[in-house]
């Protein structure tokens, strides 16, 4: 067999070695989440992840040089695995308008809003850390909104109707806030299915 029929080790070794450190990263930014989520920003060190990932400190500063790298990382990973799983309810595009509000508040109510919250209040106190932050919310506003606008078939070039969806979303991160200190579900429920109400009456 030739050299070029038989694939230097270096080569044949590359793709288990790519798929190893992707394995990694993910490992660490969903620990990062976890731990962001469940001690704060002032609880979550790079060690303290990096031995809920399993992984050496070493190891996690080589995928992510400084903190503020894999938390900002963290979020934005864990923001659009959410959106995709939005998507994924409601493959065939527009869905019943209730099941949408549901779906969109279940966004704000889950691990990520809670986790995203504590990277804010950091960001209000630490200029580097805020404009990562703030480009990072900005782009995951925007996803949402398309989102949003998508699924509940909203014809944004009638009046409102762009205000209308702007001010769901706003509602659902209100009642995310709510969510972290007591169970609110009940009163969740009726204030879904009160906006369900108002988008019908709103978007015709």
Excluded at 47 to 70: C, K, N
Excluded at 111 to 129: G, I, K, M, T, Y
Excluded at 160 to 168: A, H, K
Aim: some cysteine.
């Amino acid at each position: 067999m030739t050299a070029e029929q038989n694939p230097a080790p270096r080569e044949r070794d590359r793709a288990p070695k790519q798929d190893r450190s992707r394995a990694t990263r993910q490992r660490l930014l969903e620990a990062a989440v976890a731990c962001l989520a469940e001690h704060g920003w002032a609880g979550s060190t790079v060690a303290v992840v990096a031995e809920r990932a399993g992984v050496s400190r070493g190891a996690a500063q080589h995928h992510f040089p400084t903190r503020e790298d894999l938390f900002t990382a963290a979020v934005e990973y864990v923001a659009e695995e959410r959106s995709t799983a939005l998507r994924d309810l409601f493959p065939d595009g527009p869905a019943d308008r209730r099941a949408v509000v549901a779906a969109l508040v279940g966004l704000y109510t889950g691990p990520l809003f809670r986790a995203a919250l504590h990277l804010w209040v950091a960001a209000s106190n630490e200029d580097q850390l805020r404009a990562r932050v703030t480009e990072l919310e900005a782009r995951v506003g925007r996803e949402s909104h398309r989102i949003a606008v998508e699924l509940l078939g909203a014809d944004e070039s009638r009046p409102g109707v762009r205000e209308t969806v702007q001010g769901l979303l706003d509602m659902a991160r209100g009642l995310g806030l709510a969510n972290l200190l007591t169970d609110d579900t009940a009163r969740r429920e009726r204030v879904v299915a009160q906006w369900a109400e108002l988008l019908e009456q709103a978007l015709g």
